[in-house]
């Protein structure tokens, strides 16, 4: 069985620009995460998706959004972004909720 | 908010010595996650804790949960460079949903 999938691998953007992050999860899990990890704050959580749903939201500004589709596929987006924003992002699937979380590889952004 | 304090941050360490890492948390854990991820790679599941004195074994690595949910150790016995990567544990409780509260981490380096 195929792992998670993210799409693109690395991504290079300018400040003011605005990106989307791609996320296929495992086939059959509905349950969809969102993570930033940097070197400063380390990995945190961004947002939580089942069933097309957003069930949880972490403590990122209104510049982050994201949104799931009937195939239970992600997307981030960023709008206006900056230099803080470089970050390996990483997502996640599960069965369900409160079951375990099989992440991806990261898609990697560097916004210069 | 919860914290996770994991140390070491960085172990560097020659094949077949032994090694722990800690997490200590700000408050009780609801389950105990610990992850290794290696460079260009998401975290992969090593385990799940959630009884308090718990002691798990997977191969060479042995996971402790302290008697008050409140610490976790991990020991590596006779380390080999295929345990390089970045060791982190994590909170998933119910109450966060899929949400996980990560540490920063320990990065492991073994030489051989």
């Known amino acids: 069985k195929a792992g998670v999938t993210q799409t693109p691998r690395y991504l290079i953007k300018t400040r003011g620009q605005q990106v989307t992050l791609s996320c296929s999860p495992i086939s059959g899990h509905r349950s969809v995460s969102w993570y930033q990890q940097t070197p400063g704050q380390g990995l945190q959580f961004l947002f939580e998706y089942f069933s097309e749903t957003q069930r949880n939201k972490g403590n990122f500004p209104g510049r982050f959004s994201g949104r799931q589709f009937s195939n239970s596929r992600s997307e981030m987006n960023v709008s206006t972004l900056e230099l803080g924003d470089s970050a390996l992002y990483l997502c996640a699937s599960s069965l369900m909720v409160q079951e375990t979380q099989y992440f991806g590889p990261g898609t990697r952004l560097l916004v210069l | 908010t919860q914290l996770l304090e994991q140390s070491p941050q960085f172990l560097s360490i020659q094949e077949g010595e032994n090694l722990t890492v800690y997490c200590n948390s700000s408050?009780?854990?609801?389950?105990l996650q610990w992850y290794r991820q290696e460079p260009g790679e998401g975290p992969v599941l090593l385990v799940t804790v959630v009884t308090g004195g718990e002691v798990k074994k997977l191969k060479r690595l042995t996971f402790q949960f302290g008697d008050a949910r409140k610490d976790s150790s991990l020991h590596i016995t006779a380390a080999q460079p295929g345990d390089t990567g970045l060791y982190l544990c994590?909170?998933?409780?119910?109450?966060?949903?899929?949400?996980?509260?990560f540490g920063a981490g320990t990065i492991l380096r073994v030489k051989s």
């Open positions: 408050s009780v854990f609801s389950s």
């Open positions: 994590a909170d998933g409780g119910m109450e966060y949903g899929n949400k996980l509260v």
